[in-house]
């Protein structure tokens, strides 16, 4: 399953995940949230903390939302995160 990729540092999948995170949402502070989705590799610890816990956040508002769900995991992340990249 591709959500356990986030533990790698120089994740892909992490970086692109963070970047579908909505900088409008209410839970989030969206400063901080702007400034993960623009650091560049090295990423600091902070910076790295940072992601994955945004990246891990952004899966759970997915899975309750019910539009990642262990049947379709590897689907909806090559859709999500590959797809919507070309665009």
Not at 8 to 30: E, G, K, M
Not at 45 to 73: C, D, E, H
């Amino acid at each position: 399953m591709k959500v356990a990729v986030c533990f790698s540092t120089n994740s892909i999948d992490c970086h692109a995940v963070v970047q579908r995170v909505f900088l409008d949402h209410p839970d989030l502070n969206c400063d901080m949230v702007r400034m993960l989705q623009t650091v560049q590799l090295p990423y600091s610890w902070n910076a790295r903390l940072g992601s994955r816990l945004l990246f891990y956040w952004q899966v759970w508002q997915w899975v309750m939302q019910g539009k990642l769900i262990t049947g379709n995991a590897d689907e909806f992340l090559d859709q999500e995160l590959f797809l919507k990249a070309e665009n």
